[in-house]
């Protein structure tokens, strides 16, 4: 049986292990093997006179990224990584891998973002690439036992839909039989019409399918929605139950993900707060444009510049409240106090905007009032529409990008870091 390379000490007398060749290098008389699987790697040390014939036919045979098995006498050495080595007994290839390869996994030689994702599979060999995964993994992980703990019902919603929810243009429209479809930009209608069912609390992490036009750093084609609704509650309480999480998600990853971090050159990750400050919209606007050189004016949405200024004078996650009714979505509930601003609200990094949510609109003759104003029609929403008419509970909700939560939390400097095939305008394989 073969044992992970983590777990091969100095104290034990022999071991296999099974993995792939990371390097190689001969010396003549000795030949050096850094062997690697996922839990770490390890050096393979053959001093050609005192190895069996076999052993040394494979190692001129074999080449780098080769699947290999070797079983031999461990030795502690000081030299070695780990303090200990492996003479190699036997030394199996299982898999010989062809050269050159199309990606130096051992990243001597620099690769550009296009080639990695050409060969994915190599490059997430690299521990560093797959360090991301792993916390991404956690992160996850984190996510779905907050929610469960916090009395959630986990839902899967369907992603072939006849409508739009974030408005027309971002659509891929599809073939679909003789009916008009769509892929879903989000759960958005669906979450909502589950608090009509009496489900009160539900969440789904599920692909979300975005027809942006242009390639930027923090937009995919095809991104990974974290979703929430919750009956009997409003943004803010909504906006409490997202700080936690984050919160959560972050000290998961800062206390199981300590190699990984290391790895990612992120050794203290700095946990947000449990509060995380609430900026109005009207002071978010007054920072921008004090601060930043985008021209902007109350009543736009906030460009990448303008997040970049609000984000450096907050310096910290934080939320914008107070939304002008006139740039949120029809779902948005109108402010009691002045209709003019919304419930809504969005959590920032200081880098960018992770999540939105609000405050619904629950009540069915506004809610299609706000559908016509948005210059919309409600005959594209009846199946949305009926379930406000027959005991629709007060709700609220948001939606957080799985992807840019990991790109912010890993420092990446592109979102198709944190997926690991990308969609994008000029990718679809692999
Ligand atoms: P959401 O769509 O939920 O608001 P977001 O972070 O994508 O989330 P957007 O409103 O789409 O926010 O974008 C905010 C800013 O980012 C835009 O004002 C624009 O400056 C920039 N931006 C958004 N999409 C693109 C794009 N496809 N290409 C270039 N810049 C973009
Ligand atoms: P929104 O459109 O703001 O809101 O999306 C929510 C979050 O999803 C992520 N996201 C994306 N990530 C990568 N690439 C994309 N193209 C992309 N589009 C969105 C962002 C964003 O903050 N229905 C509402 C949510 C709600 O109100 O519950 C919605 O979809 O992190």
């Known amino acids: 049986m073969r044992i992970p390379i983590r777990e091969v000490t100095p104290q034990l007398e022999r071991a296999t292990i099974a993995g792939w060749v990371h390097e190689e290098r001969d010396l003549g008389g000795l030949a050096f093997f850094l062997i690697r699987d996922r839990t770490g790697i390890m050096q393979v040390t053959v001093p050609k006179k005192k190895v069996p014939e076999d052993v040394l036919i494979a190692i001129k045979e074999v080449s780098r990224e080769s699947v290999v098995r070797v079983s031999g006498i461990i030795k502690a ?5 780990g303090g200990r080595e492996l003479v190699p007994e036997s030394f199996e290839i299982l898999a010989k891998a062809a050269s050159p390869l199309p990606l130096d996994v ?12 050409d060969a994915r599979f190599l490059d997430v060999r690299r ?13 996850m992980e984190a996510t779905n036992s907050f929610l469960f703990r916090e009395g959630f019902l986990q839902i899967t919603t369907p992603k072939v839909v006849a409508a739009a929810t974030e408005g027309g243009t971002e659509l891929f429209p599809i073939a679909y039989f003789e009916k008009e479809a769509f892929l ?28 942006e036009e242009h390639n930027t750093i923090r937009h995919l084609n095809e991104a990974t929605s974290i979703d929430v609704e ?7 309480d909504v906006m409490v139950l997202l700080e936690k999480l984050i919160h959560e998600i972050y000290s998961s990853v800062a206390e199981n993900c300590t190699a990984e971090l290391e790895l990612l050159g992120i050794p203290d990750l700095q ?8 900026l109005p919209y009207e002071e978010a606007i007054l920072i921008a444009a004090k601060k930043s050189e985008e021209p902007i004016a109350y009543g736009d949405d906030l460009g990448t510049a303008s997040e970049r ?5 907050m310096g910290t996650h934080y939320f914008i409240t107070e939304w002008p009714t006139s740039i949120r979505p029809y779902y948005a509930m109108p402010s009691a106090a002045d209709p003019s601003i919304c419930n809504a609200f969005d959590l920032m990094h200081p880098k960018m905007e992770l999540s939105s949510g609000a405050q619904r609109c629950h009540v069915y003759d506004l809610l299609v009032e706000q559908i016509r104003s948005k210059g919309l029609s409600p005959e594209g929403f009846e199946f949305y529409l009926k379930p406000f008419q027959y005991g629709m509970p007060p709700h609220a909700g948001w939606g957080l990008g799985a992807e840019r939560l990991v790109m912010t939390m890993c420092n990446l400097q592109n ?6 095939f990308p969609r994008d305008r000029h990718r679809v394989t692999p």
């Not at 930009?185 to 975005?210: D, N």
């Open 309 to 313: 200024a609000i984000g450096e004078e």
């Open 77 to 81: 050495t000081e030299k070695a990584p």
């Open 271 to 278: 946990v947000p707060e449990k509060t995380l400050p609430r």
């Open 230 to 236: 919750v009956s009997f509650a409003d943004h803010t």
């Open 127 to 139: 521990p560093r690439i797959a360090a991301i995964f792993s916390i991404r993994s956690r992160m």
């Open 106 to 117: 051992a990243e001597k030689v620099p690769a550009e973002i296009d080639t990695r994702l």
């Open 184 to 211: 879903s930009q989000s759960p958005q209608l669906y979450k909502q019409m589950m608090m009509a069912a009496g489900c009160e609390k539900v969440f789904e992490i599920g692909p979300i399918f975005r027809a």
């Open 415 to 420: 979102i198709r870091e944190a997926v690991l």
